[in-house]
């Protein structure tokens, strides 16, 4: 059976990956006709910093990965994963710009080229973490290691709210874009944890 703290990390994958799926409409779109609807685009800037970045990032390198380093477990695929944690963000930040300059300027810039980079690059990302380093993990955590992981994890989400708001607006970006409505019976421990019966 899967580590609850494991489980948690890749369930937040799934609503990520719903996300990366609306922005590579989006960059598609903006190849296409020159255009990128502005709003949803800061929305989608918004959760990938607020969720995917300060959220399931931070927990990864705060907890996750510090723990696998004290135990030298992967520690070169842990290094690999921080960087590509650094890259993600300055493609986060060339988005923006290239958002704020449609904006003014009503040309598109690079803003497809980067979105198109940042969604290959997370979604290999994923995969990495998903079937590479989740896995190590999970071949060394003992019972008490997970219930002590959880217990960090939760006191990074002590204001209770942070998966409900990420959830919504994931939905709401996907609403706007067209796509089916995230389904939540693939995140049954986030649901348990923190949307649904809000533990923290």
Not at 18 to 28: C, I
Not at 65 to 92: C, P, Q, S, Y
Not at 190 to 198: H, Q
Request: aromatic share 6%; proline share 1%.
């Amino acid at each position: 059976m899967i580590a609850r703290n494991i489980a948690i990390l890749t369930e937040e994958h799934r609503i990520i990956e719903y996300v990366l799926n609306a922005l590579e409409r989006m960059a598609n779109k903006a190849a296409k006709d020159h255009t990128v609807d502005v709003e949803i685009g800061r929305k989608v800037i918004t959760f990938l910093r607020e969720f995917a970045d300060q959220c399931h990032h931070g927990k990864e390198e705060a907890i996750l990965f510090k723990w696998l380093n004290a135990r030298h477990i992967g520690m070169d695929a842990v290094a690999m994963l921080e960087d590509e944690h650094v890259t993600g963000r300055d493609l986060v930040g060339r988005m923006q710009r290239a958002l704020d300059d449609f904006d003014r300027n009503k040309t598109t810039g690079s803003f497809a080229d980067d979105a198109n980079t940042f969604v290959v690059m997370l979604r290999d990302h994923i995969h990495k973490e998903d079937h590479g380093v989740f896995a190590m993990a999970e071949a060394h955590i003992e019972a008490a290691d997970d219930v002590r992981l959880i217990g960090d994890y939760l006191i990074t989400e002590r204001d209770g709210r942070r998966h409900q708001k990420a959830l919504a607006l994931a939905k709401d970006i996907g609403h706007q874009m067209n796509m089916p409505d995230f389904d939540v019976s693939i995140i049954p421990e986030l649901s348990k944890t923190f949307i649904y019966n809000n533990h923290v």
